[in-house]
């Protein structure tokens, strides 16, 4: 059914190159639209409220110095929404591309609700660019203790998120939450825990960025995939000049079509029903079945 609404060219095309001898090193970068896909805001960009509150005004570390209680409750909010969906069969299939020996393959992902992960995506190949809800690290300037995968719902009983709702609409304030309701580090037991996202304002983790650099730069890339963020935003623009400038191929993956990218492969739909058809040939079709059970 969803065959044919890629062109059965551009499809043709696509799987000819991906099993083809040149296509041994893929990299794939990763957006929002993917997560849209089950069912998850992303509240960066316009648009980005949660309740009456702007997100700008609730992701920065300003925000978090002024009122922790009140940002705490917005990321309590997003780990239970996110602990609530499913990673969807675009997440898997790029998880399973992560366990088929035959590619040397990394996904870099802007999205920090831990679905990839949750899709059994080989830790080893999967960069979380903007970190994760799911980390969490001390504010302690002298502790640097964190916490990279942290499942835990409600983190405190002041934190249960799971009556809040996101309404716009809703211009009720939340209660404020003094420090003793908030969680503490367990190692240095006086410093409050924080969200180990990227906030505005705060640099991408050079630890990722550097393992994004030497992939690209050790290898020579064939292909990246741009799955559900834009080809022409920063950072993906930057990554796919780099693997352009190789000789590497471009795909992308997104609900609208680019008319000035002539050169790329573009798949126009949702991702989590595009990803498995444009990448079947490199999936091992008995793993995706026990993967879904
Ligand atoms: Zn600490």
Request: glycine content about 6%; proline content about 6%.
């Amino acid at each position: 059914m969803e065959e044919q609404l890629i062109p059965p060219e551009t499809l043709t095309s696509f799987h000819n190159f991906i099993t083809s001898p040149n296509c041994k090193t893929i990299l794939a970068l990763v957006g929002a639209g993917l997560s849209s896909a089950s069912g998850l805001p992303t509240f960066r960009g316009s648009g980005g409220y949660w309740r009456h509150y702007n997100s700008i005004d609730l992701a920065t570390p300003d925000a978090f110095e002024r009122d922790p209680g009140l940002v705490w409750q917005f990321y309590s909010y997003r780990r239970h929404m996110a602990l609530m969906a499913q990673p969807n069969a675009g997440h898997q299939t790029l998880a399973q591309l992560s366990h088929n020996d035959k590619i040397n393959f990394l996904t870099i992902t802007q999205n920090v609700d831990g679905l990839s992960q949750r899709a059994n995506h080989d830790s080893r190949k999967l960069i979380e660019l903007h970190g994760s809800l799911f980390c969490l690290k001390c504010t302690n300037f002298t502790c640097s203790y964190s916490d990279p995968a942290n499942f835990k719902d409600p983190l405190t009983d002041s934190l249960d998120a799971s009556s809040l709702v996101h309404d716009k609409g809703n211009t009720e304030d939340l209660p404020f939450l003094s420090d003793d309701k908030l969680p503490h580090c367990p190692a240095c037991e006086t410093g409050l825990l924080r969200p180990g996202v990227v906030w505005f304002g705060e640099s991408l983790p050079w630890v990722s960025v550097d393992k994004t650099d030497e992939f690209i730069m050790r290898n020579h890339v064939d292909l990246i995939l741009v799955v559900g963020t834009s080809g022409v935003a920063w950072p993906a623009a930057s990554y796919v000049d780099i693997v352009k400038n190789q000789g590497g191929k471009v795909a992308v993956f997104n609900i609208e079509r680019d008319d000035t990218d002539t050169e790329s492969w573009q798949f126009i739909g949702d991702c989590s029903k595009i990803l498995p058809v444009a990448l079947d040939p490199l999936i091992d079709q008995v793993n995706v079945r026990s993967e879904v059970q």
